[in-house]
């Protein structure tokens, strides 16, 4: 079963993301992810206002990461949110954007332990009971929710690199895979079938999602400017094997990567070329979008993610995705097609 | 007169496309802080419910678009050949 989810940077007035949010759940997108950057507005904000405007559309963190925000925080949060609409709430969490942690001091230590600390800790407390333990990272003692939770809220785990992906598969309830690119996912699928065997899950059981970048419009060019700079901090934050995979300079990475931290966006952004828009997102008219979606979908994927930036002009977008895309995956809104 | 009384006079038959390109204005103005929060929940209200495009929601999308872009809107109005809508409008601004 094919599930589409759609992606919203909160950098927008609350109004609009609201707005592209009831237009996403109009035209049949079955999950809502909002991101979680400090500099943006705030994610569980946007998350409530967009679930108040909504009926059918599951939503969550796309994804919160445990350095800024504590897992206990996280746990409350989501677990808030399912009393405002349940059994509609997903939580995703991931070690966050390296360049936005880097502008706050904050280093990604021990990224493994931290994600596994924090989904248990999630998992516990979202479970209401009481929570005691003393890990690597977190120590907990005697942490418990003061209000009832209806329904388990299931965990995503955003991952890119091999280690990440297999301990995403092993404990959570699904995986984003951070990959726009066939090439990648498939690789990813590798290590998603190495955690599923450690943990003794079956492969059918877990959710795996490609978080794609996304900019679809009538030409490459207009959906292509949009996409730029996206890719630009993806490239800025990609692990070395990863850049390398697709023919990109480590170095000419960690050039963006230090440009975008020093605000010398222009600079960034004019770096970025085809081949890495190639690489690292879904870009173009309706016709390319799809043929790679349906690639994507073909390597094992139950979910594909339009994230940011969708196109240059969103509700545009938003609709050629229902007029051009779904109908080639789902049957009508609401629907599912295998 | 007020935006209430305006938005009556526009024929039924062009309340899809005026909602439609009001929202345009709306969603991509670069005025868009200036949006009362009230009325973007009202919008949204009505928005979720498919009620845009009649005369209650077409009051608000027009009130919005006046706000946000009165030239944009005015014009808008022009084009789509409402020439009493746009006299009515101007004497709002």
């Known amino acids: 079963m094919v599930e589409f989810g759609i992606e919203f940077v909160p950098r927008d007035l609350y109004w609009k993301t609201t707005f592209y949010a009831i237009q996403a759940e109009k035209i049949g997108f079955d999950n809502l992810w909002i991101t979680d950057h400090f500099n943006n507005r705030n994610v ?28 206990v925080v996280t746990a409350q949060a989501v677990a808030t949110l399912n009393e405002i609409a349940p059994g509609r ?15 706050v ?10 994600i596994r600390e924090s989904v248990h800790i999630i998992r516990e407390i979202t479970s209401r009971r009481t929570l005691e333990m003393q890990g690597t990272i977190f120590k907990v003692s005697g942490a418990k929710l003061n209000f009832k939770i209806a329904n388990p809220i299931p965990i995503f785990i ?37 955690g599923v065997e450690r943990a003794g899950k079956n492969l059918d059981d877990l959710d795996i999602s490609a978080y794609t970048s996304f900019s679809m419009a009538s030409s490459y060019e207009k959906a292509f400017k949009a996409v730029v700079p996206v890719v630009a901090y993806i490239v800025a934050g990609s692990p070395e094997m990863i850049l390398e995979r697709h023919g990109i300079s480590v170095e000419f990475a960690s050039k963006i990567r230090d440009a975008i931290v020093h605000g010398r966006w222009k600079e960034a952004f004019s770096s970025v070329d085809n081949n890495m828009v190639e690489a690292f997102s879904i870009c173009g008219a309706p016709k390319i979008c799809v043929e790679k979606i349906g690639k994507l979908m073909k390597v094992g994927v139950n979910q594909v993610v339009a994230g940011s930036p969708i196109g240059p002009n969103m509700r545009k977008s938003i609709n050629m995705i229902a007029t051009e895309v779904f109908p080639h995956f789902k049957k009508r809104v609401g629907e599912k097609r295998t | 007169m007020t935006l209430e009384k305006i938005a009556r006079n526009i024929p039924a038959s062009l309340w899809n496309v005026a909602s439609e390109k009001l929202i345009d204005i709306v969603l991509n103005s670069s005025n868009a802080s200036k949006m009362p929060s009230d009325l973007a929940k009202t919008i949204l209200y009505y928005w979720q419910r498919d009620q845009l495009a009649t005369e209650v929601g077409l009051h608000r999308v027009l009130e919005a678009s006046m706000i946000l872009e009165p030239e944009k809107t005015v014009d808008l109005m022009e084009e789509l050949g409402l020439s009493k809508i746009v006299v009515m409008l101007k004497e709002t601004l």
């Open chain 1, 158 to 194: 955003g991952a890119q690199g091999p280690k990440m992906l297999a301990l995403a598969a092993e404990i959570g309830d699904g995986v984003l895979i951070n990959a726009s690119h066939p090439k990648d996912v498939e690789n990813a699928m590798t290590f998603i079938r190495q």
């Open chain 1, 105 to 114: 001091n904050i280093k990604m230590r021990k990224p493994l332990s931290t």
């Open chain 1, 89 to 103: 709430v997903v939580c995703g969490l991931g070690v966050g954007d390296r360049t936005t942690l880097q502008m």
């Open chain 1, 44 to 71: 569980y904000v946007s998350l409530a206002i967009a679930s108040a405007y909504t009926e059918r559309i599951k939503f969550g963190p796309g994804v919160t990461n445990p350095y800024l925000v504590h897992p």
